[in-house]
């Protein structure tokens, strides 16, 4: 059975000891860029790899990128060889909790055509809730040669966002905070506010208070209450920089609404260009 989406703690226990089974740990924090990779170190899932949202997760920051801009996918398909990842690997991504970032590997995996990619639902706190073990080993694999099929179309530049804006052919749900979002408080970006049009969804809107998303009838109902009828081929996710959209993104995939794209330049490489329109409140 291949996860595409979501994986639960049970499941995923059974398959610690499985070769065919990489679990990799994506905890980050944007104010201690390291700590992440120090609570790694400290106590992880049984075998569980690192990846590192700046170093592993991210290309080159320049001064018309936004915070997290994709990565060469050539240098992601290197990082995903030196994990040993072919196409029979089940790849399951987790965080400390509701999965804000581990998202982001999530959607890189599909991205470069690796579809068995699944979330740990609720992230560790709801893998030691369940019982869990945690320690320091690391499974050592055999580095691949992992070949990427990209899927060019999943990313939209700024440019083709502003163009399937003004042509009305696009719903774009920002996943910023809503106060963030109406330009009320802007505690990262120097610039307040949002892209004229975008329609904020919270990420944490996708959530329960355990950490784990919503069932799909109620996604569903959260997102058609947001966007309506619309179909996931009209929908772009943005947020900050990129990163908390793929959770939307993985959300709208538990939901039933597929083939959503994201801009991952997102806000942070929208007010890099002074010209772009800015909207508050």
């Known amino acids: 059975m291949s996860f595409t989406t979501l994986i639960q703690p049970a499941d995923l226990m059974g398959h610690l000891d499985d070769p065919r089974y990489l679990v990799v740990d994506c905890r980050f924090d944007l104010a201690d860029p390291s700590a992440g990779e120090r609570a790694w170190r400290a106590g992880h899932i049984p075998g569980a790899a690192y990846l590192h949202l700046d170093r592993d997760l991210s290309g080159p920051v320049s001064a018309a990128t936004g915070r997290h801009p994709l990565p060469d996918p050539a240098s992601f398909a290197a990082t995903l060889g030196r994990l040993g990842v072919t196409p029979a690997t089940q790849v399951v991504a987790y965080d400390a909790g509701p999965g804000f970032f581990a998202a982001r590997l999530w959607w890189m995996l599909r991205w470069v055509g690796h579809d068995a990619a699944a979330l740990l639902d609720g992230g560790l706190a709801a893998w030691t809730a369940a019982g869990g073990a945690t320690d320091g080993s690391v499974r050592q694999r055999g580095h691949t040669v992992f070949e990427p099929r990209l899927r060019?179309?999943?990313?939209?530049?700024?440019?083709?966002?502003?163009?399937?804006?003004?042509?009305?052919?696009?719903?774009?749900?920002?996943?910023?905070?809503?106060?963030?979002?109406?330009?009320?408080?802007?505690?990262?970006?120097?610039?307040?506010?949002?892209?004229?049009?975008?329609?904020?969804?919270?990420?944490?809107a996708n959530?329960?208070?355990?950490?784990?998303?919503?069932?799909?009838?109620?996604?569903?109902?959260?997102?058609?209450?947001?966007?309506?009828?619309?179909?996931?081929?009209?929908?772009?996710?943005?947020?900050?920089?990129?990163?908390?959209?793929?959770?939307?993104?993985?959300?709208?995939?538990?939901?039933?609404?597929?083939?959503?794209?994201?801009?991952?330049?997102?806000?942070?490489?929208?007010?890099?260009?002074?010209?772009?329109?800015?909207?508050?409140?």
């Open 152 to 204: 060019e179309g999943l990313a939209l530049s700024a440019a083709a966002l502003h163009q399937e804006l003004t042509a009305g052919r696009l719903s774009l749900l920002d996943a910023r905070a809503t106060e963030r979002f109406a330009g009320r408080v802007e505690p990262i970006d120097p610039v307040a506010g949002h892209v004229p049009g975008a329609i904020n969804h919270p990420c944490n």
């Open 207 to 281: 959530v329960g208070p355990d950490g784990r998303f919503l069932p799909p009838a109620e996604l569903a109902r959260r997102y058609a209450a947001t966007l309506g009828s619309q179909s996931g081929g009209a929908i772009a996710c943005m947020c900050g920089s990129g990163v908390t959209a793929c959770h939307n993104l993985l959300a709208l995939e538990v939901a039933g609404i597929a083939g959503a794209r994201l801009y991952p330049g997102s806000w942070s490489e929208w007010i890099r260009d002074p010209s772009r329109p800015v909207a508050r409140g």
